[in-house]
């Protein structure tokens, strides 16, 4: 119960600040747009619209996590009002992973948005079934994992820009998004083929071609579970060990 409430109020928070600043995310939908569009014709000739758009979009949302994880928390930290989250009755993870919740929510209107909008101007043909959606959701239960870890790091060195942009870039550009993660070296490769993100992709450019085996979306469970838990389990420490020693709370 507790929890649906904290949904609720992080939910609110965010509607709230949509119509506020409703310019900002009328731009930001604009920009999903271009980038958007631009991906796929710059893609279009390594296979079907299917196989290339997919990659995007999963992406997208894992990108998304990973920022909104750690800002939170340096925004809190900003404003002051950190020492306010961890008065709280309530763990902290779990207001950051409702958090992240409420903005992936926001952040599936405008992809849908986005799509609804390329299909109808650039006729575009898109598949989006609920074998995609499942595996997508569990691709970002580990970058969810991953979004702790920076959060972890935001609470004990404040900013992390550095670190999001780093691990959304070689996301972007080594986890098959564009289609060619199997080109990179063996050690690359071997790394690859760990991230929940480029499993995910895998299996979800897969579906299109016939039927996912069971172990593949096993090994995903697993490989998501795995970076969730190790997130979780590092945030917890870095948390115990600033109650202790103290959490610097300047920006």
Not at 171 to 188: D, H, Q, V
Request: glycine share 6%; hydrophobic share 50%.
């Amino acid at each position: 119960m507790r929890v649906i409430q904290i949904f609720k109020a992080e939910f609110k928070k965010y509607f709230i600040e949509i119509k506020a600043y409703y310019p900002d995310h009328i731009v930001n939908v604009i920009v999903l747009m271009i980038f958007f569009v631009g991906f796929l014709n710059s893609n279009i000739g390594s296979g079907d619209f299917n196989t290339v758009y997919i990659g995007f979009v999963f992406w997208f949302f894992a990108s998304n996590i990973i920022t909104e994880s750690s800002s939170s928390i340096s925004f809190e930290k900003q404003v002051g009002t950190f020492e306010q989250l961890l008065s709280k009755p309530v763990n902290i993870q779990l207001i950051i992973i409702c958090r992240v919740v409420s903005w992936l929510l926001v952040t599936f209107l405008k992809v849908a948005f986005v799509l609804l909008c390329a299909k109808i101007v650039f006729n575009i043909p898109f598949i989006m079934n609920a074998e995609i959606v499942g595996i997508l959701l569990l691709t970002l239960i580990g970058v969810l994992g991953v979004g702790l870890f920076l959060s972890a790091l935001t609470i004990k060195y404040t900013k992390t820009a550095s670190f999001e942009s780093i691990i959304n870039y070689f996301l972007l550009f080594f986890s098959g998004t564009f289609g060619f993660a199997e080109k990179t070296n063996s050690i690359l490769r071997l790394f690859q083929e760990n991230i929940p993100l480029s499993k995910g992709i895998e299996l979800a450019k897969e579906s299109f071609s016939g039927t996912i085996l069971w172990n593949d979306y096993l090994f995903l469970t697993i490989n998501s579970t795995v970076y969730f838990l190790i997130g979780l389990i590092t945030f917890e420490l870095i948390l115990l060990q600033g109650r202790k020693n103290g959490i610097s709370s300047n920006y």
